[in-house]
């Protein structure tokens, strides 16, 4: 009945204070608040474990529990030798990370390569009904508008599959398009077209080009590449390297800061083109449109020693132009 007539308790809960008892009575409120008030249940539960009632610890010895005392941590979940037939808890369960499934990207069509030039019905005219056409076939949004040098500012956003869709309609359907060559060994052709032609599929839509590869009877070794100016360049140099990793001569790769490539290159790549016949190498340069610096040698392995040691003349001697005061690099 009272807590004066209670046993001395354990070492181990005498010195639990009241808010620390509180916070042990979640359990046992639970299963009888229904019947018993806040305070007889008090009581009741101190009977239970053994501890003394409310007012039998005097206030300046009551004891201040911790965090880690007031609220225990529950059990891990999955620990060895413990046996559950609870379901897991969603919180427990790997939450996987959310990826974006919408892209947007932005590409400039010059003037001088738009197909369509009249500009006095701009946003009512072919450019906007070719557009409306593409949004609907592909599922991806288009906005176009036009820049101050006359050109087109075109920005794609949807699904990345539709977004690499639209944009090669896009350049097929309102850019001019240009032809091109690239001479590779034919025995590297089928890795240019890839598994049930998946890597050409592939290298078609991250460059917007069309790429023609000549039919195994063909003795031909040219493939064609139709497309922009930069997306010919960029599809050119995808092949070459390609056919640069199955190449089983000697192979190089040079990186060399992306600034001093047009002093390797030449104009119109006429230098590199010198090096290639005297040397014997093949050499591949990024074209400025992709933001790569590495600048790849295949062939025989003195015909690369050979251009390797050509390139860093020209870069070196570069460097140490631009290093010196009161000059300026030419190309």
């Known amino acids: 009945e009272g807590c004066g007539d209670s046993e001395v308790a354990p070492p181990e809960l005498a010195s639990w204070s009241w808010l620390s008892i509180r916070a042990r ?27 003394p009632g409310p007012g039998c610890v005097p206030e ?73 056409d593409i949004m609907h076939r592909t599922g991806a949004h288009i906005e176009l508008s036009l820049a101050k040098d006359q050109g087109l500012s075109i920005m794609v956003t949807g699904k990345l599959d539709s977004v690499m869709k639209a944009r090669k309609e896009i350049v097929a359907r309102l850019q001019t398009q240009a032809s091109s060559t690239v001479a590779i060994p034919k025995e590297h052709h089928r890795f240019v077209i890839g598994k049930n032609g998946e890597k050409l599929q592939e290298l078609e839509l991250k460059t917007a080009t069309k790429i023609a590869i000549p039919r195994p009877d063909d003795p031909s070794a040219n493939i064609r590449i139709t497309g922009t100016k930069e997306g010919i360049e960029k599809a050119r140099h995808e092949i070459l390297l390609i056919s640069a990793e199955q190449d089983k001569r000697a192979v190089e790769r040079l990186s060399l800061e992306k600034a001093f490539h047009p002093f390797i290159a030449g104009v119109h790549n006429r230098l590199v083109q010198e090096l290639s016949q005297e040397t014997g190498a093949r050499i591949s ?17 003195e015909a690369v020693a050979l251009a390797v040691n050509r390139i860093r003349a020209i870069y070196e001697d570069k460097v140490r132009l631009l290093l010196a005061p009161g000059t300026h690099l030419n190309h």
């Open 285 to 301: 340069i990024p074209p400025p449109s992709l933001p790569k610096d590495e600048i790849v040698i295949t062939g025989e392995k």
């Open 60 to 132: 300046d010895e009551a004891y201040i529990p911790t965090y880690l005392e007031a609220f225990p941590p529950l059990p891990e979940k999955g620990a060895p030798g413990e046996k559950s037939g609870e379901p897991a808890s969603a919180w427990g369960s790997k939450i996987r990370p959310i990826k974006a499934s919408v892209i947007t990207q932005v590409f400039h069509v010059p003037l001088e390569e738009r197909r369509y030039k009249d500009n006095s019905q701009f946003g009512e005219g072919e450019e906007a009904k070719v557009c409306l």
């Open 25 to 51: 009575l979640g359990f046992f409120l639970a299963d009888y608040r229904e019947v018993l008030s806040f305070p007889n249940c008090l009581l009741a539960y101190c009977v239970f474990v053994g501890l």
